[in-house]
């Protein structure tokens, strides 16, 4: 079964760091544009970073400098490891597949929350 | 760059059909046929009903299609059903922006 099991969600401090992780199954993360796009509460989605098959890597402005996103083929996992954290970092974060064929984000994991709170 | 425009909500009762619109510019929607709309429902992740302005993935129901004129996008929905209640977001590809622009979604109501 193709999925995607997102991990590493919590509540942190302004300014704190957090890492998540995006296992995969069913299909390989390196052959793939995988990428994380996040929802504050109550708001619409937002592309937050992406990386291509050849490694190549593409952030947000508003991340920009702060998050990291990188894949462990080994593993078939993805993560995003997010520095620096703000309030507005407040949201569920889903990684997903861009399927290049389609042009569209067809896999989608069921999210972690990230809430960034004192 | 600035997310897609789409109204709020729509509303419709069961068996109607309603339309979605998404407007972008000529950077974004009416320079690609890289348009795709996911179906949110509440507390669950995104699903993808609709890529490349008009084709469907296997799976998705028949009653969903998709269409674009100049720089505006709809995605329309035939015989509505209780279970097409939901937020909708259309996405396309944009020349000015790294991977892509949302649309701020629209919520759907089936009256």
């Known amino acids: 079964e193709v999925q995607l099991v997102e991990s590493g969600g919590g509540l942190v401090q302004p300014g704190g760091s957090l890492r998540l992780s995006c296992a995969a199954s069913?299909?390989?993360?390196?052959?793939?544009?995988m990428s994380w796009v996040r929802q504050a509460p109550g708001k619409g989605l937002e592309w937050v970073s992406v990386?291509?098959?050849?490694?190549?890597?593409y952030y947000a402005d508003s991340v920009k400098g702060r998050f990291t996103i990188s894949r462990d083929n080994s593993k078939n996992t993805l993560y995003l490891q997010m520095n620096s954290l703000r309030a507005e970092d407040t949201a569920v974060y889903y990684c997903?597949?861009?399927?290049?064929?389609?042009?569209?984000?067809?896999?989608w994991g069921q999210g972690t929350m990230v809430t960034v709170s004192s | 760059q600035s997310a897609l425009t789409q109204p709020a909500s729509v509303s419709g009762s069961p068996g109607q059909s309603i339309t979605i619109s998404c407007t972008g510019t000529s950077s974004d929607v009416g320079g690609y046929n890289y348009v795709s709309w996911y179906q949110q429902h509440p507390g669950k992740a995104p699903k993808l009903m609709i890529y490349d302005v008009s084709k469907r993935p296997s799976g998705v129901s028949n009653r969903f299609s998709g269409s674009k004129s100049g720089n505006t996008a709809s995605l329309t929905i035939s015989g509505l059903q209780a279970e097409d209640e939901a937020d909708y977001y259309c996405r396309s590809y944009t020349s000015s922006s790294t991977f892509g622009v949302f649309g701020g979604g629209t919520k759907l109501t089936v009256l």
């Open positions: 997903a597949r861009y399927h290049m064929g389609f042009d569209a984000f067809d896999i």
């Open positions: 069913g299909f390989t993360v390196s052959s793939n544009y």
């Open positions: 990386i291509y098959g050849g490694g190549s890597t």
